[in-house]
């Protein structure tokens, strides 16, 4: 097995009772990469992305972060259910951005961000302050520490949830279609504020988005994805200007069409 | 008969005795009440089918059942099974087992009200789940249940008459014994009625009271 990769999926099945969702998938991620995953609606992009969280577990298979099992342990030679505790060890490594914020509406912006890391971490709060005072300057909203989700635009909630994410410094970030939600021009700034981030930090960042000028600007590679399987992997170049297979023209037509 | 007002000031203070009585009951049955039926919320999110079901038969079998009879049963019928336990205690844990069916529920529409996003959020923190659940879910499940919890309270005060079928000695119980010894019935039960109202009244009011300072955070 190879040590060096931050994310290997070996193997992996994911069913819905009675929707398969991904069938056998395998995918290595290097440290540092930024990979950017695209496909059509309900092809599994954010199952991947899910199970990668522990939102969800598959049903077999393997998910390896840094070259150790997220699920499984080997005790007395036998590969074993790992702990809640060794679970929630590898789910440290781990942060991720959703399509809808998630913020919590009833904590200020700053409690949002100083939460994880006092209760999780067992941070000093003074501490866990100071840090999320520079993360909110870092994503240009040092002026709303005090204010509550619901004053914001869907925009700076958008950059609040990444700094909360931030704030327990993963090595591994994740992106489900973060600008979905948003108009064109702030989704464009939040993007913007994400290119910045991905340039000053080392994290491997894992990417769903519909935005291809973003995915061509940010990823190492790209990996086309369809009915739970890869059907493209390459850099942007090789799959969003030379794709390969039919079904990834057809796609890309779709979306510069719609775009 | 005609309302005798020296008679009425004469009986006040045992009635008023006995609102203590009603009130106490009614304090204490509802923190069990509170507290038991966010334990059934509890474990009908758990996902274990075992669990829930058998969560699930205990309170419909404590709503389908009528209070009254819980608390003849609890009274007279664990006694002989060598069970004795006081009546005031006998009434307020009755009256908080009964009343924990109905919160369950209101906890259960409060909880299913919060997106799963909030879960997923809490989760990929790293929150434990039982963090989660206390400082991320039930922080917003709670403020807008509080009117339907509100009016479980008013009517469990209305149903601590009950009570006195099982010879606690609250506010109608003392009417009652009231106008058996002087058979005056007009003045105590009219006051007892009259105490009924001014308290959920003012119950009602601190509710509402309640729900616009929640609101007015929001
Ligand atoms: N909790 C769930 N229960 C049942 N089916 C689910 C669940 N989550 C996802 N699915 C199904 O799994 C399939 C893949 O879903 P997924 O969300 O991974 O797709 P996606 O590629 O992210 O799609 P989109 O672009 O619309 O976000 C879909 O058919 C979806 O209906
Ligand atoms: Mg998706």
Known sequence: MNHKASIEFANIHKSYQRTVVLENLNLTVAP?????????????????????????????????????????????????????????????????????????????????????????????????????TDLLDRVGLADKAEAWPAELSGGQKQRVAIARALALQPRIMLFDEITSALDPEIAGQVLQLVLDLAKQTEMTMLFVTHQMRFARQIADRVLFFDRGRIIENGTPEQVLDHPQQPRTREFLNNVFQAS | ???????????????????????????????????????????????????????????????????????????????????????????????????????????????????????????????????????????????????????????????TPLLSTIT?????????????KTFRYLEPLTMVGILFLIISLMASALIGFTQRKILVRR
């Open chain 2, 1 to 159: 008969m005609m309302w005798n007002w020296s008679f009425a000031w004469h009986i006040l203070p045992t009635i008023l005795h006995g609102m203590v009585i009603t009130i106490e009951a009614t304090i204490l049955g509802m923190l069990l009440a509170l507290v038991l039926g966010l334990f059934w919320a509890g474990l009908l999110l758990l996902p274990n089918r075992w669990i829930f079901w058998s969560t699930h038969g205990i309170t419909e079998f404590i709503r389908d059942t009528p209070l009254l009879i819980q608390l003849f049963f609890c009274y007279y019928v664990l006694p002989e099974i060598g069970i004795t336990i006081p009546a005031l205690l006998t009434g307020i844990t009755v009256l908080g087992i009964n009343y924990s069916a109905y919160t369950a529920e209101v906890y259960r529409a409060g909880l299913q009200n919060i997106p799963r996003g909030q879960w997923d959020a809490a989760k990929a923190l790293n929150f434990t789940t039982w963090q989660t659940f206390t400082r991320i879910i039930l922080p917003q499940a709670i403020p807008p249940i509080v009117p339907a919890m509100g009016n479980n309270l008013i009517a469990m005060f209305k149903d």
């Open chain 1, 32 to 132: 540092g990469e930024h990979v950017v995953i695209i496909g059509p609606s309900g092809s599994g992009k954010s199952t991947i992305l899910r199970l990668l969280m522990t939102l969800e577990k598959p049903d077999s298979g393997e998910i390896l972060i840094e070259g150790e099992s997220v699920w499984h342990t080997t005790r007395d030679g036998r590969n074993v259910d790992a702990s809640p505790a060794h679970i929630r060890r590898m789910r440290g490594k781990v942060g991720m951005v959703f399509q809808h914020f998630n913020l919590f509406p009833h904590l200020r912006v700053l409690q949002n961000i100083t939460e994880a890391p006092i209760r999780v971490m067992g941070m000093p709060r003074s501490q866990a302050v100071r840090r999320a």
């Open chain 2, 168 to 180: 606690v000695m609250e506010m109608l119980d003392r009417a009652m014994i009231i106008g058996d």
